[in-house]
């Protein structure tokens, strides 16, 4: 414990959690097709910020694919692209951020700025007719690049993860410790009534707090809310479920509030915080640590509030995010709940 | 011919290789108070956890207020009150509260806790106490008052798990006056205690050593057979060469 977490934060702070965003997959849809956008393109392609994934045909599969979330940016060549250069020595692409995380987008932004001010320097040296190509820029889905499209979503999933975790924890922990557990036990009291009326004023205490970080987000923080109320309180829902579920798991390996919270707190809360991906960027991480950020729950719930919130997608787009943190729910409780029986006898 | 409330034969629980409870065999009488003595580590909690349906029995079987344990737990604990070591009621509660809620529990109607929450005013001499948090109130008032809740249904055997732990022998006293009514209405009182002297106060008391049931009989009988002037010679005869170390 005393080595290993110094090590551990090294490892993560230093080497592995950084800023800048590299490996970035980005769209190039190229109507020119000449030897210029080849070349531009080319450049792009190479540089370590980026991997092409794509190259489309139509800018109307742009939109679609920026829905998906794997894409956050895409250029467009337009039709006249070398002609514009060569008869009046200035063109302009088009350049679409998803920019609903608009830190990823603005620095995305910028590389692919610097890429092309760069190319335009190496082509001055070689032919002196002087170029210029300017990039278009249009920020979706966040045009005012409000940070808090990014920050708010994760904030919630955290919330909800500290209050349901952390509180039921040591809520069933606590009656173990004080011996009432026992006596609840020995009564005709149905054990399994026993963790639901644990679980469930923790639920609606959470869907307060919920509903009011919404209110105070979309009013205070000017938050966008595009989409369904219903489908966000039902996806909030089903998180607050996984988490209560692993609550329940956590206070069926101790008897020791505090042992109880030590596991919720940094077992959990730190964790989520660095893996959801609200504060550093998941594509910069190792493949390691970004397999990991697959078992948080709070990482798929994170996706999905985008989605909602600022994309305003409905169920289609985020059902494979709701089935695994359906998944993950069943699976916490079953274990949770043998673990208890077998406690029992 | 009393009724038998509880039968066990040769019930025993093991955990892995050693043997907490030993194929123990023993009967209990209707409104008697038997005393479950023991030292630390002798099995007595263990055993008692089976009686209440707490914990299954490895083998042998156990009728607990006409139902068998290991087959039907859930009726057992309707007809049995309980009341442990560690504290039974909700600190954070209220008197009231705390009667509200075990009433609740044992399925009593509204009518019937508000009657029970009255007498139980009368008999303890709470007065105007009811509305009292219940972690302020001292250790022995504590204890009696859980004992009173733990027998609010009226049940057919009531067991104790070491009820009188660290209070003064005039409270003591008073939680066995308490002890003394409920078997006078009729209900079984099955005390666990390693305190000798409350092993006077029982009907008949039983002596677990390593497992098994070294004694069982009243305890003037117990006196005369050991040629022991008191309880505790009875008990240091017969757990001297006991193996198992406190756990």
Known sequence: MLFGLPIAQIVLFGFALTNEIRNSRIMVCDYARDELSQRIINKIAVSRNFKLDRSLNDHQEIEAAFKEGKVRLAIIFPVHFKEDIQHNHHAQIQILADASDPNTATTLTNYVSSIMEDYQRENLISNPLPMQIMPEVRMLYNPELKGATNFVPGVMAMILMLICVLMTSVSIVREKELGTMEVLLVSPFNPFMVIISKAVPYFLLSLVNLSIILVLSVFLLEMP???????????????????????????N????????????????????????GFLFPLENMPWALRLLSNLIPAKWYYIIVKSIMIKGLGFKAIWRESLVLFGMTCFLLLVSLKRFKIRLS | MKDVVISTDKLT??????????????????????????????GKTTAMRMLCGLSKPSSGTAMVAG????????QVKKHIGYMSQKFSLY??????????????????KDKEIRQKSKD????????????????SLPLGWKQKLAFSVAVIHEPKIVFLDEPTGGVDPITRRQFWDLIYAASDRGITVFVSTHYMDEAEYCNRISMMVDGTIKALDAP???KRTYGARSMDEVFFELARNASRKAD
């Open chain 2, 220 to 222: 003037a009988q117990l």
């Open chain 2, 120 to 135: 139980l005013i009368e008999q303890l001499g709470l007065g105007q106490e009811l509305g009292k948090m219940v972690g």
């Open chain 1, 225 to 251: 809310f595009n989409g369904s109320l219903l489908l966000f309180f039902a996806e909030s829902s089903l998180l607050i479920i996984t988490c209560l579920s692993l609550g329940l798991l956590i206070s």
């Open chain 2, 13 to 42: 629980k093991q955990f892995g290789e050693f043997v907490a409870v030993d194929a123990i065999s023993f009967e209990v009488y209707q409104g008697e108070i038997f005393g479950f003595l023991g030292a630390n580590g002798a």
């Open chain 2, 91 to 108: 600190e954070d509660l209220s008197i009231q509260e705390n009667i509200r809620f075990f009433g609740g529990i044992y399925g009593l």
């Open chain 1, 253 to 276: 390996t101790t008897n020791s509030q505090q042992a109880a919270m030590l596991i919720s707190l940094m077992g959990m809360l730190i964790p989520t915080i660095i893996l959801t």
């Open chain 2, 67 to 74: 139902f068998d344990v290991s087959r039907h737990p859930e």
